[in-house]
């Protein structure tokens, strides 16, 4: 099953017109992360979602797992998070210290540089792979 998953792969990139700065979002059929580049170099980035069920324990410790589901503990399950796809309605909001991702109208995730991790919108608790968004983290 998980090799299906994982040919169900969407990767977008969002240039800021203003700089050298980018931002990847990749789903790759098993989990998504947003990743904040500078001159194509990785500077920010944050776990969005996971699409495989959510494990019980960490994967971290096992670094051929990688990219990394977050796990239950760290995770809300109250919430549904758009996906990112292709016909996803997608906007990056650019500020001089980092960038919000938007999908179809939902604020899912605040990148700055060298926040690693970032902020999203489904931690529940901050982890290795995320903090929440919800943590006093405001855009602009």
């Not at 324990?57 to 990219?67: G, I």
């Not at 605040?110 to 919800?134: D, N």
Request: a negative charge.
């Amino acid at each position: 099953m998980a090799a299906s998953l994982k040919n169900e792969s969407t990767v977008l990139r969002f240039d800021d017109t203003h700089s050298q700065r980018s931002v990847v979002l990749e789903d790759d059929g098993r989990v998504a992360y947003a990743y904040l580049l500078v001159e194509d170099r990785i500077v920010g980035d944050v776990w969005l979602y996971n699409v495989a069920p959510t494990p019980e324990a960490p994967e971290w410790p096992d670094r051929s797992k990688m990219p990394f589901l977050n796990p239950r503990g760290f995770v809300q399950t109250n919430t549904v998070e758009p996906r990112i796809t292709h016909t996803a309605l997608i906007r990056c909001d650019w500020d001089d210290a980092g960038v919000d991702v938007l999908i179809d109208g939902i604020r899912v995730a605040r990148l700055a540089t060298g926040a690693k991790p970032g902020w999203s919108r489904l931690a529940l608790k901050a982890g290795p792979l995320a903090r929440p968004l919800s943590e006093g983290v405001t855009s602009g």
